[in-house]
């Protein structure tokens, strides 16, 4: 099983320039999301998805747009790329919805971006 | 809000003796709780997690978990710690909704062979 896949592993980006960090998964999962990992700061939520069509903000969405057009699919855009963008990013997934709910989020392996 | 505060950064531990990375929490309404492994240059792994019943809850590769409600804690332990379990590990709360989760800061453990 491939889980939840990530790609590109690696980026690096100049200021203002514009980028979409692609996250697939292949287990059917109805949540999705996407957190920012930074040194002392632990994983923070930037937006999530219960399903396609609905996403919601986390605790820092500012400089990030994402969308939910399929269940497997929930890609993250940086529209102006900023320094303080650098960060490694992970997208997980849950099952989610009664009687399915086991709050156990599953990780891709990262993206880690630089900003210049 | 639900928080969760992990207060150490740093734990060192010699093989075989036991482990415990604390944890402790703030949150409205009932605590979903749950403690991940982060190795090198990987994702988050789920190790456990406490949604109601028995405060002692069993996870993977031998560690567990206390429920304390009075004191507000879900600390990781492991009767005898393994080189292999060094690693980051974080605690994590859910929001009453499940919608959102909020981690704690991570925690570097260490064990010394």
């Known amino acids: 099983n491939a889980g939840v896949t990530q790609t590109p592993k690696f980026q690096v980006l100049k200021t203002g320039q514009s980028m979409t960090l692609q996250c697939a998964q292949d287990?059917?999962?109805?949540?999705m999301s996407w957190y920012r990992q930074d040194p002392g700061m632990g994983l923070r939520l930037i937006h999530y998805s219960v399903g396609a069509g609905i996403t919601d903000q986390g605790e820092v969405p500012n400089g990030y747009n994402v969308s939910r057009s399929t269940t497997e699919d929930f890609p993250l855009r940086l529209l102006s790329a900023a320094p303080s963008q650098t960060s490694v990013y992970f997208c997980?997934?849950?099952?989610f919805g009664q009687g399915l709910y086991t709050g156990e989020l599953f990780f891709g392996e990262g993206s880690r971006l630089t900003v210049l | 809000a639900q928080s969760v505060a992990q207060p150490e950064d740093q734990v060192n531990v010699a093989e075989g003796n036991p482990l415990t990375v604390k944890c402790t929490y703030s949150v409205s309404g009932n605590p979903y709780l749950f403690w991940y492994v982060q190795y090198p240059n990987r994702g988050l792994q789920f190790l456990l997690k406490?949604?109601?019943?028995?405060?002692l809850v069993k996870g993977s590769y031998g560690f567990e978990a206390e429920f304390n409600k009075s004191q507000t804690s879900f600390h990781l332990k492991k009767p005898s710690a393994l080189v292999s379990d060094s690693a980051l590990y974080f605690c994590?709360?859910?929001?009453?909704?499940?919608?959102?989760?909020?981690f704690g800061t991570g925690t570097s453990l260490t064990v010394i062979p």
């Open positions: 406490y949604i109601t019943g028995d405060n």
């Open positions: 997980a997934s849950s099952y």
């Open positions: 994590a709360v859910s929001s009453n909704t499940g919608n959102q989760f909020y």
């Open positions: 287990m059917n999962h109805e949540y």
